[in-house]
């Protein structure tokens, strides 16, 4: 089928369509109703049916094929490097499974993930899809405020976490991190899982915390069977920034994601069982949910999970493990193509990637010229690809496993099956049908099956935050700018709200700033996103000081600068650090006292500001100008 009618069955015959790719997964009961959107904007989808993520992802791959590769663990930190089997992986998930079990976790209970990338981080995903709990995987680059905030609304029953991970040789530890989130979270977890790799000795607290050892030799051969459930009962919930300061629950599924996971792989990754996918994200994010864990073992492939650099031990490493399993479908952000991009261009022919078919990103906007470099330095196939944590699979993409298509430069593609994407203006609300207009990135409902089911416990705050955002219609905003070309490639034009994309991580610049204000000597703060070469985007602060004369003399702000950062770095992680912090007496602001963050971010970035008739005083550009310029 030519995929312009693969589409239109897509949006015209919905709920056929969504039919006939469930039968990609496993059901222990089939569904009554393929789509009930009775309650707008809230879809459920495959009402009535019963299945389960593990089971799709892991049990039936080992009933038919137990000795195929299904985890490959590398760690180029530690050392280590192993591979689990389907029936090894089973055996492993219900070890785990057994445990929560043990340690009262039960179907619709949460269990927060503080994990580095290791195997138990993804047993225990797969523990918790087992037996319908809900995992919650907080990134391990996040620090005790952030992961508090999250363990607060995410009210875990347990908390899985390991003594440490590491970074370029670099010893990171864990625990201490947790330890102070649970102090500082008014939620106390009953019980805190902990997996000790011997990189960093840690204090257990008596009652609380328990050792996956134990548990494991002890719940060694406990057959845990797979809860049937239904389609619609929640399978994770996932964090992420928006607008406002408080990180929002991303409440996924388990049916419509299992279903548009196995189609994904089908007719967007063109994965085939047997065969290995390799994704370098992390669990902590949604790349790492959807397209380390359950997309490729789904599709019954084997998956790679990485720990370490892209550049360690060399720029070959990636590419050495190409080679040596085989790899077929990678997916990668463009920030690691500029990272590779500076190192030496015989790495990436070093080894032989003949089973490489295509290369995906992801994460972010891939530029031309890094677009460029990958796709003639591996000759092969370089596939842009848009969505968002909401989404959980791509929004804009090609289909190539529907019909070949050609990528064009700076372009992710077209609208995937399923979603009706709509150009609207933002102030009208109007849709924009004719070519190369600028308009608000939107999806008509019922969102396709895997996308966010609501916001944890906040039903109200997904309709506002969502679904309000456009005047007189209730439809799905991105939050992104976007243009479509004549021939139906969208080309990404940035966010319309705060969420700022430092090196394919998205935050909050709300956050950063909540952040920032908890210094005793800063009055008030701004936080924008600025363009930067390497990574896409940076965090600049400028802030305003109760008491000036601490950042009298150059090397005063310098240390007031370091202060800050290091506060940023306890509270939120290193990954929210601003890139620098500039003092200033006054905030760019309008006459009614609205912070000018999209002026202050065209001036750091070297642009015209535009109209700036309602600022009240033109002195605090000109500061913001004089810093940047000075
Ligand atoms: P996240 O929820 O962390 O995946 O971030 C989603 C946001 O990242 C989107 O709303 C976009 O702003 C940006 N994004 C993701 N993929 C792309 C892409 N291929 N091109 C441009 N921007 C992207």
Avoid at 228 to 248: C, E, I, M, N, V
Avoid at 340 to 361: E, Y
Avoid at 398 to 419: H, I, Q
């Amino acid at each position: 089928m030519d995929y312009a009618s693969f589409y239109r069955h897509s949006i015209d015959d919905r709920d056929a369509f969504w039919a006939e790719q469930a039968a990609l997964i496993d059901w222990k009961k089939p569904f009554d109703r393929v789509c009930d959107y009775d309650n707008p904007p809230f879809a459920k989808w495959f009402v009535g049916g019963q299945t389960n993520l593990c089971h799709n992802a892991v049990d039936r791959h080992a009933a038919t094929h137990p000795d195929r590769h299904a985890l490959i663990f590398v760690s180029t930190e530690t050392n280590q490097e192993v591979t689990y089997s389907f029936r090894q992986l089973e055996a492993e998930v219900q070890r785990m499974a057994a445990t929560l079990q043990s340690l009262g976790v039960k179907k619709g209970d949460r269990v927060l993930v503080y994990m580095p990338m290791i195997p138990e981080a993804a047993f225990a995903m797969l523990a918790c899809a087992r037996i319908g709990a809900l995992h919650s995987v907080v990134f391990g680059g996040f620090a005790s405020v952030s992961l508090a905030s999250r363990i607060d609304d995410a009210t875990p029953e347990l908390v899985i976490s390991a003594d440490a991970g590491s970074r370029g040789g670099k010893i990171v530890p864990y625990k201490p991190l947790l330890d102070e989130a649970l102090t500082l979270a008014v939620h106390k977890p009953a019980k805190v899982l902990m997996v000790d790799r011997g990189l960093s000795p840690f204090t257990r607290v008596a009652g609380r915390d328990e050792d996956y050892a134990a548990w494991r030799e002890k719940h060694a051969a406990t057959v845990v069977p797979c809860e049937w459930l239904d389609a619609t009962h929640p399978s994770y919930t996932l964090y992420t920034s928006g607008t406002t300061g408080k990180p929002k629950g991303v409440q996924r599924d388990t049916g419509g994601y299992a279903v548009a996971l196995a189609a994904s792989m089908k007719h967007i990754f063109c994965g085939q069982a047997g065969e290995t996918y390799f994704s370098t994200s992390d669990i902590g994010w949604v790349v790492g949910h959807s397209y380390i864990i359950y997309g490729p073992l789904i599709a019954g492939m084997a998956t790679i999970m990485y720990e370490g650099l892209p550049t360690r031990p060399d720029a070959a490493v990636w590419w050495s493990l190409v080679e040596k399993y085989k790899v077929t479908v990678m997916f990668s952000a463009p920030t690691a193509v500029r990272v590779l991009k500076k190192q030496d261009p015989a790495a990436l022919s070093r080894h032989d990637l003949s089973s490489l078919r295509a290369l995906f990103l992801a994460g972010e906007p891939l530029d031309e010229p890094t677009a460029k470099w990958i796709a003639e330095a591996l000759g092969k196939p370089i596939i842009d690809n848009y969505w968002q944590t909401e989404t959980g699979w791509p929004i804009l993409s090609l289909c190539n496993g529907v019909e070949k298509a050609d990528s064009k430069f700076g372009s992710p593609g077209k609208a995937v099956y399923g979603y009706d994407v709509k150009l609207l203006d933002e102030t009208t609300g109007e849709e924009l049908t004719a070519p190369n207009q600028k308009g608000v990135v939107a999806i008509e409902g019922p969102l396709p099956p895997g996308c966010m089911q609501t916001v944890w416990q906040d039903d109200e705050r997904f309709v506002k935050t969502y679904w309000s955002s456009v005047p007189g219609k209730r439809v799905y905003s991105t939050f992104d700018w976007g243009i479509r070309d004549a021939d139906g490639y969208f080309f990404i034009l940035g966010r319309t709200d705060d969420v700022i994309n430092v090196a394919g991580h998205r935050l909050g610049t709300r956050e950063i700033e909540e952040s920032i204000s908890s210094h005793a000597n800063i009055a008030e703060v701004a936080v924008v996103g600025v363009a930067d070469q390497l990574k896409g985007q940076v965090a600049m602060a400028f802030a305003v000081l109760k008491d000036a004369s601490r950042a009298a003399t150059p090397a005063d702000a310098l240390k007031l600068e370091g202060e800050v950062m290091k506060l940023v770095d306890e509270q939120l992680g290193a990954v929210a650090r601003p890139a620098r912090v500039r003092f200033v007496t006054a905030l760019p602001k309008t006459r009614s006292g609205k912070t000018l963050r999209r002026a202050i971010q065209a001036v750091c970035e070297g642009r015209d500001p535009g109209d700036l008739t309602t600022m009240e005083d033109p002195g605090a550009l000109q500061q913001v100008k004089d810093l940047i310029q000075g």
